[in-house]
Structure formats: structure tokens, C-alpha cells
């Protein structure tokens, strides 16, 4: 039978790793509510700005403002397909890196660098990009 102390240690483990638990999730929600939007113009032959620097867990917002253009990531982790602007495309950034982008077609191109946020541990996946299959071995 267990002593008395195992119970009561057993016991104070479980509160501690709860509220362990409690906390973590506590800073996810609190980061998350962080997340900042930039925005780029999609505009005739231009992104304005050209490049733009945020953190991991943020997001880039293109706006078209006139013409038919795309945003297309050079690595094919995003692109929006040639669209005409009234036109909106965001793209949310899960991990850091340098990630350039051009529009197709036109070739006028841009760089989004996103910085590690040490408060979040991410282990990313650039290559192949999201949603790519795999064939059984």
C-alpha cells in the first residue's frame, strides 16, 4: 500500500503538470492574439512595399489594387493564381525564413523574412510544401 507522502507527491505532480499544461496553453492563446497583418500592394508591376520583415506565426495580406497579377512563392509554399484586382490574399507564416515571391507573368518580385519568435517552438516543413502527397514506398 502506498505511504501516505507517494499519495500526497502523486497527487501535487498531477495539480503541477495541470497547471503546466494550463499555462502553456494560457501563452499559445495569448501569442496567437499577437499575430500582426502587413500588408502589400499588389500594384502594375510593383509590390509596395517591395520586401517586408514579421515574425513567425504572422501574416502578409496582398491587396490588388489594379491589373491581374498573382503572389507566388518561389520554394511553392503559397500562391494566390493570377487574379485582377478588386482582389485579397493572405498567406499566414508558421515558419522563419526568407521566403521570395514574384508575379507570375510579370516577374516584378518581392521577399518576405520572417524572424523566429523565441517564445514559440515550431518545427516546419518548407520542402516539399504543404499539402503535397507522398507515394508509398
Not at 492574439?33 to 501574416?59: C, H, K, L, R
Not at 484586382?85 to 508575379?103: E, H, K, M, R
Request: a negative charge; charged letters at 10%.
Amino acid at each position: 500500500m502506498p505511504t501516505s507522502t507517494t499519495r500526497n507527491g502523486r497527487k501535487r505532480h498531477a495539480v503541477q503538470s495541470r497547471i503546466a499544461s494550463l499555462s502553456l496553453l494560457v501563452a499559445i492563446i495569448g501569442m496567437s492574439a499577437e499575430a500582426a497583418v502587413t500588408t502589400v500592394y499588389v500594384e502594375n508591376f510593383d509590390f509596395d512595399p517591395t520586401n517586408v520583415t514579421i515574425s513567425v506565426g504572422d501574416s502578409v495580406a496582398w491587396v490588388w489594387t489594379s491589373g491581374c497579377h498573382s503572389t507566388t512563392s518561389s520554394s511553392g509554399l503559397w500562391d494566390s493564381g493570377q487574379q485582377c484586382s478588386p482582389y485579397s490574399f493572405t498567406n499566414t507564416f508558421i515558419c522563419s525564413g526568407v521566403f521570395p515571391y514574384s508575379s507570375i507573368g510579370e516577374g516584378f518580385q518581392g521577399t518576405v523574412t520572417v524572424l523566429e519568435n523565441s517564445q514559440i517552438l515550431n518545427v516546419c516543413i518548407t520542402n516539399p510544401a504543404s499539402g503535397a502527397t507522398f507515394a508509398a514506398p
